[in-house]
């Protein structure tokens, strides 16, 4: 028998119950997993409270990302004690997730643990950190230097943005990091490494098809109009990484960026990603992160807090990084 933290639904109503559940309730998979940690962001808040449609199949085990040991696996690729972490792929959302002290997996979905993290600071990092981290690399594929100018970070103040503007300070780029709230936030961004701090309103206006070019590239975890602006502030031959749809589906702007700019806008998306690439990122994060970016402000809680800490979440009232230790 394990614990697990299970959603139900009655009445139209989510609720959240600590459960005793054997192996044999899990859901098929190629692998069995100790769960060490797992993390609890603002979907799962929307998850666990209800507030946000999330779960579609109930019973559900919430929590988004994992990491732990290998119990029993039927693929060749992992053995019995092997650390292993899991971001994305839609556990917790409609296949059982990391809120449990066992999970059953597809080995697909799993990357080994790079060396020198911790299952704690991998879950410190999670989705977002594995995101920002594609979204850094899609700007190196694409060719974006340090020497070539300054990078734009939207959304800054958030988990991708956040882990992003780390990321790229410490790769020599001049980062500029947009936020909300530049008096909060703007201390704890120059901590990160960020060179100039940019009100977020300047990115909420509407934006000509073509401005004054600024940026050398973007990474960009909003959308809407506010990547419809960076796109018009771009630097010709200059690429931006959006990963956000934050500001919604839709985006007011012409193809005057890509045609007379040649601006090239790179997806990302941590779910539909190759295994050699998940592995390659996990492993560039554990090389360049540093120390310090695990200092930052976390709560580790226990399984039995996680209700709570959902409603606080979703209430705007939690800071830094929520972990679950199992």
């Given amino acids: 028998m394990f614990q697990a933290l299970t959603l139900n639904q009655e009445e139209k109503q989510t609720i959240a119950t600590i459960e005793q559940l054997d192996e044999s309730q899990l859901p098929e998979g190629d692998v069995l997993v100790a769960v060490d940690y797992s993390s609890l962001n603002y979907k799962d808040g929307l998850a666990i409270t ?17 990491a732990g040991k ?3 696996s039927e693929d060749p690729r992992y053995k019995e004690g092997d650390a292993v972490v899991l971001t994305g792929w839609g556990v917790g959302e409609n296949h059982w997730g990391g809120m449990a002290e066992k999970a059953r997996l597809k080995a697909d979905w799993l990357v080994p643990l ?7 600071q991998a879950m410190m990092v999670g989705t977002a950190g594995f995101t920002a981290m594609l979204c850094v690399q899609a700007l190196i594929d694409a060719g974006i230097k340090p020497e070539h ?7 800054a103040s958030g988990g991708v943005g956040s882990v992003a503007v780390t990321l790229l300070a410490q790769l020599g780029y ?3 990091a947009v936020t909300g709230r530049v008096e909060t936030n703007g201390p704890l ?18 934006a000509r098809p073509l401005e004054k070019q600024v940026w050398a590239g973007a990474v960009d975890t909003v ?13 010709y031959n200059s690429a931006v990484a959006a990963c956000g749809l934050a500001g919604g589906f839709d985006l007011p702007t012409t193809v005057m960026p890509f045609i007379l700019r040649n601006v090239r806008l790179q997806g990302v998306d941590s779910v539909s990603c190759p295994f050699e690439k998940r592995v390659a990122a996990w492993e560039k994060l554990a090389e360049l992160l540093p120390a ?3 200092e930052q402000a976390c709560t580790e809680i226990t399984l039995d807090k996680a209700a709570q800490y959902a409603e606080d979440i979703t209430n705007g009232q939690v800071t830094g990084r929520v972990v679950i230790k199992l």
């Fill in 189 to 206: 961004l120059e901590k990160l490494g960020a060179s100039q701090i940019i009100n977020r309103s300047e990115f909420e206006e509407p």
């Fill in 292 to 294: 310090s970016y695990f």
């Fill in 223 to 235: 959308g809407s109009k506010v990547l419809a602006k960076v796109l018009a502030q771009m630097d």
């Fill in 50 to 66: 209800g507030k946000g449609k999330i779960i579609r199949n109930f019973p559900m085990v919430p929590g988004i990302d994992l």
């Fill in 174 to 176: 001049k980062v500029a």
């Fill in 114 to 120: 790079p060396q020198g993290f911790s299952a704690k």
């Fill in 149 to 155: 100018g300054p990078i734009l970070v939207t959304g």
């Fill in 70 to 72: 290998v119990i029993s």
